[in-house]
């Protein structure tokens, strides 16, 4: 099992910036991706940003040019960086950890963190 704990939410003016932190326990060695997802009220889940274990990004392109995705695999620990943010971005902001393929049980495994609210005032 793998435990996430986000921080960094709040609210905060458009044009300003919010940096998100998802920390990783338990069973850190298995995790290859790590990922940001966002989801505003009335709309679904989206992803925001991913990361795997060599420090390959991805991005949604709504953020791109604005968001910054890194990893601290000492700290075994994951950022967003939201920066030039818009009253769009506001949403409850999630971190996922998926974890190398189970060669046993033939699947990857996700785990996700409880979120925490961005909300961008314009």
């Known amino acids: 099992q793998v435990q996430l704990a986000e921080s960094g939410g709040g609210l905060v003016q458009a044009g300003g910036s919010l940096r998100l932190s998802c920390a990783a326990s338990?069973?850190?060695?298995?995790?290859?991706?790590m990922a940001w997802y966002r989801q505003a009220p009335g709309k679904q889940r989206e992803l925001v940003a991913d990361?795997?274990?060599?420090?390959?990004?991805n991005y949604a392109d709504s953020v791109k040019g604005r968001f910054i995705i890194s990893r601290d695999n000492a700290k075994n620990t994951v950022y967003l960086q939201m920066n030039s943010l818009k009253p769009e971005d506001t949403a409850v902001y999630c971190c996922?950890?998926?974890?190398?393929?189970?060669?046993?049980?033939?699947?990857?495994?996700?785990?996700w963190g409880q979120g925490t609210q961005v909300t961008v005032s314009s």
């Open positions: 996922k950890a998926q974890s190398f393929y189970d060669l046993a049980a033939h699947r990857r495994y996700d785990y």
């Open positions: 338990g069973r850190i060695f298995s995790i290859n991706t």
């Open positions: 990361i795997t274990s060599t420090g390959s990004t």
